[in-house]
């Protein structure tokens, strides 16, 4: 892969994800089921979240939420992935990279 000008530069890069319910219906049986909460402030919620779900395309990664221990390990497996990503730890690939005379 060609190396963009500047690259080198950028460290810390930040990648984005977006928790989407797994289906509109969930979020208002959720409604129902609190009771929390004035009608009204459940309602501005939904509206800001189907804002929110129209811009998926802006983030790097998207999780459904299923179910609590799926998303854990998903959310697990993007920040490993991200920990490692090759522009992260070059500075720890380098000395490698020397002492096969690379």
């Known amino acids: ?3 963009r000008p500047g690259s080198s530069e950028i460290k810390n890069v930040q990648r984005t994800f977006q928790a989407l319910p797994k289906l509109a219906g969930s979020a208002s049986r959720e409604r ?3 009771g929390e909460d004035r009608d009204e402030v459940i309602d501005r ?7 929110e779900i129209r811009r998926y ?3 790097h990664y998207v999780l459904i939420n299923r179910e609590l221990s799926e998303s854990d390990a998903i959310l697990g497996s993007i920040v490993r ?3 490692v990503r090759r522009t992260r730890i070059e500075e720890q690939i ?9």
């Open 32 to 34: 129902d089921s609190r």
């Open 1 to 3: 892969m060609p190396k």
């Open 57 to 59: 395309r802006d983030y």
């Open 81 to 83: 992935a991200e920990r």
């Open 45 to 51: 919620r939904l509206r800001d979240a189907a804002e």
């Open 94 to 102: 380098r000395p490698i990279l020397e002492s096969f005379q690379v």
